[in-house]
């Protein structure tokens, strides 16, 4: 009985306030300031009323009235504490609602904390910003999928270690893992910066270096075997099968047209029956990457000055991108204008659009028609369209010229990938060196009866 007495509003006084007085009539208790019962159309409930610093009426809800003794006290205690409150100079409906922001926040980071509900929702907006934003998501959609439902925070180090672990004996490279990690990790940082996590969960690892299964491979030069120049074969192949390709679609064009099927001109009248040749003769010349040439446009490709300058995509959204400078010689010049009016002399837009929606090409929209030049040119190994960038960069290599210049020519900020990868190519010099060394020293000897002097 001695909690009954916090309020001088007895259980008996509340139910014949509720019954018998006109709506919202107030039943104030004598001994809690503020403290009262309202009455509504039907029911009542408590409140609590009083004045902030600046003077104006607060009035803060206390919870329905059921009319049963703990519910009379329950709200009798919470108009102590806010009465204390006010006594000790603070403002209850303040801190009331700081702490529902808190509970708001904190439910919040429950739910976008998911992996999978970040990746969908705030990331994937940060990502939308930039040119490669879909291929980091899908990378990390693709090598993070068994923890989509996880909670960011719950991830482990022991995870991680699980995860590259099971990565390598799924077949992935080290690379290929170190990839998708940087990603993940980026990901997560970007996550406590949104304060949905406070503290990286990945911090604390590290991936482990590659398995000395991937060591010897590298060594044995498998590694090596994708990035060489194309053969003297390999090269008459292709271009054999560029042909061939050519005339079998301008043959399958003509047959549509002569059954009524399209209504369109003779594609003998055009200079490029696809917009696939364009972008293989591009890629050839230039060694660029396929990605870039599907982001290439009309402003970076200038054919009357015989320029193509062009930010990779890969460091696009660098602190200090490189930009590749390429200057094009008569012929590839001349094929990329023809392409150019065949396409209606555009002054903006990209140089390789979809024919059906004038937007961006899938990534891999190029190798149905890669291979198809593949197999009419008869080359049976399995060539990847990258090999032609290989080719690039190998043959300048091999054929002796900086690395630093090969490495700007193809988009690299340093010679290090360059070397690390083709740097075999390069013609030994060693000889050469020592000799001239070698030949300092002759220089001032002289050898006489079998001794030097």
Request: aromatic fraction near 10%.
């Amino acid at each position: 009985m001695a909690k009954a007495s916090i309020t001088g509003l007895t259980e008996s006084a509340c139910r014949e306030h509720i019954l018998k007085s006109g709506y919202r009539n107030e039943l104030s208790c004598p001994k809690i300031l503020g403290f009262h019962l309202q009455k509504l159309k039907t029911g009542g409930c408590w409140r609590f009323r009083y004045h902030d610093f600046d003077g104006k009426k607060r009035i803060l809800n206390l919870g329905k009235y059921t009319g049963d003794t703990s519910n009379r006290l329950d709200a009798a205690e919470k108009a102590i504490e806010y009465r204390n409150q006010v006594n000790r100079g603070e403002d209850p409906a303040s801190e009331k609602k700081a702490k529902q922001e808190a509970l708001r926040q904190a439910d919040a980071r429950r739910q976008n904390g998911k992996l999978g509900t970040y990746l969908d929702g705030i990331y994937t907006l940060h990502q939308s910003r930039k040119s490669g934003g879909k291929h980091t998501l899908d990378l990390i959609r693709r090598h993070f999928s068994q923890w989509l439902d996880t909670p960011m925070e719950l991830i482990s180090v022991a995870d991680l270690k699980q995860w590259q672990y099971q990565s390598e004996q799924e077949g992935f490279s080290h690379s290929t893992i170190k990839r998708a990690f940087g990603a993940f990790r980026t990901m997560l940082r970007h996550a406590v910066r949104e304060h949905i996590l406070n503290d990286d969960p990945s911090a604390k690892f590290q991936l482990a270096p590659p398995t000395a299964a991937e060591k010897n491979k590298a060594h044995e030069g498998e590694e090596l075997k994708a990035r060489r120049m194309l053969t003297i074969l390999e090269l008459q192949s292709i271009s054999k099968g560029i042909e061939l390709y050519k005339a079998q679609l301008i043959q399958q064009r003509e047959n549509s047209r002569n059954h009524g099927k399209l209504h369109l001109p003779s594609l003998e009248r055009l200079t490029f029956p696809h917009w696939f040749f364009p972008f293989f003769h591009l890629a050839a010349y230039t060694g660029m990457r396929s990605g870039d040439l599907y982001t290439l446009n009309w402003q970076e490709l200038n054919t009357q000055f015989k320029r193509l300058v062009k930010v990779p995509n890969k460091t696009r959204h660098h602190h200090d991108p490189i930009k590749v400078d390429l200057p094009l010689d008569d012929r590839i010049t001349n094929l990329m204008t023809q392409w150019r009016e065949q396409c209606g002399n555009p002054a903006s837009g990209l140089v390789f659009p979809s024919e059906k929606t004038g937007k961006r090409l899938d990534r891999q929209a190029h190798n149905t028609h890669w291979k198809k030049v593949l197999a009419l040119g008869g080359i049976e190994a399995d060539l990847d369209f990258y090999s032609l960038r290989h080719h690039f960069i190998s043959r300048m290599v091999a054929g002796g010229f900086p690395l630093f210049t090969v490495a700007r020519l193809s988009g690299h900020k340093s010679v290090k990938m360059i070397e690390q990868h083709y740097g075999h190519l390069a013609p030994h010099a060693a000889a050469d060196a020592l000799a001239l060394v070698a030949n300092d020293y002759h220089k001032h000897t002289v050898f006489k009866d079998k001794k030097w002097l």
